[in-house]
């Protein structure tokens, strides 16, 4: 448990630092997929949710550090994320592409949800997405297309 | 009569779930409330160090791709013309390179020299992992003098133009918040009729920014393209620096103020350098 999840923190800080570094200098990428949620579902996936929840907290957090979002609002998305996902070890068997690509498109539901929850709570400082928005669907697509290749180190 | 005992059993990961979210929602609450201890300081301090790291190897890599590409396209010229000439537009290109970089270095001291404000050069170094959220991350951070709430603007075309503020230090990098965030708001003057406003970000390098609270007397004074630069109240951000120019008026009949879409005039796509003000210096020289 320790290890996975000392494992999972480290590959969590390589990914964010992909993300502000990498992916967002792009120009014309529309939309950053969220790598460090995915991490965070297969962790959860396959390690319960108490390694899950854990790992979704300290990677939520440091991904508050390097963004001007409010400090904690990752750290709750990803906790919440964690603590779902693990409920569902040992559920169902993962293939190689389709099952990664639902599971990412139901975290990225899920972490819509939660900021959208965490918006009504704490007002304006918490932006939600909005459906309307187009930003929301490419992080969706870019989500669902990530998650199998996060997914092979992973499993 | 029996004892019955209602079964307690303690639930690992529900008390984990608990805990985390206890914690994360104080953090959650104390960032927007201003905390004596500044949890995002510390944490970018020590992120920012990894991160500068990586850029370094990022640029490393892209440098090497970049000159494997130059290779390929010298050698599609060694084939199609003569070696001679293909080294004379070698020495040509390497010419170009230097005098172009020795013109942007000349420019950067140019426009470095041109503020009258105590400013500090920075390049843009990564920007904000959120699709929510707009941080521009630089290479200057509390080492180099930058304090938080500094103001930053960049030279793109004739002169300098808002880029936003520092929201957080740490160590040897810093975050900036762009005028096109949610969380921007800079208080604002149309330049030929002074008549005053606040611009908000919309959340999109894209979306135009919003200047709001414009008295409606002012419809018949304005229009489309006119500039719009700072108030300088507050000290927050420097007197008169162009934000962007007018895009849309919207007046409504029962309101009683008029909302203009500001199209910024930083390029923020496009956007490298930076040069952060401290407005300290021209605080004191006022006072």
Redesign the interface.
Known sequence: MRKVFLWSVITA?FL??????????F?LLP??P?L?LILVVYVSFMN???AG??S??LS?????????????????VQ??SG?VF?KFTGSFNLDRVVIPMMMGAFATGLKIAS?FF?SLL??E?????SLFSS??WY?LLFNCNSAPIVAVPVA | MSDRRVPFKFR??IF??SL??F??????????GGFIVN??NI??S???G??RG??SV?SFFSGTINAVHELTVMRKSYIELQERIVDYELLQRSNAEIWLENEHLKKLLGFSRSLDVVNIPAEI???????????L?INRGSRHGIRKNMPVVSFQGSGAALVGKI??VGRSSS?I?PVY???AFVSARLQLTRYEGLINGQ??VDVPLVMKYIKKRARDEISVGDIVVTSGESYQYPKNVPVGMISRIRGLDYETSLELDIEPIIDF??LEDVFVLDMSSLKSEIE
Request: proline content about 3%; charged content about 10%; aromatic content about 12%.
């Open positions: 800080v964010s630092l992909v993300e502000i570094t990498v992916f967002s200098n120009p939309a950053i969220d460090v319960g949710s108490v929840s854990s979704g907290f939520g957090l440091l991904l508050d550090f390097i963004s001007v979002a409010p400090i904690g609002l990752n750290a709750c906790t919440i603590f693990g900021t965490l704490f007002g400082g918490v932006r939600s997405y930003v929301l992080e | 690992l990961d984990l779930l985390y979210l914690v994360s929602g104080l953090l959650l609450a104390f960032s927007s949890f995002g944490g970018f020590v992120l920012s990894a991160q990586l850029y990022a170094t990564g920007r904000d992992p959120s699709n929510l959220y707009s941080g991350i929201v957080q975050i918040l965030d949610y969380q959340g999109g796509s496009r």
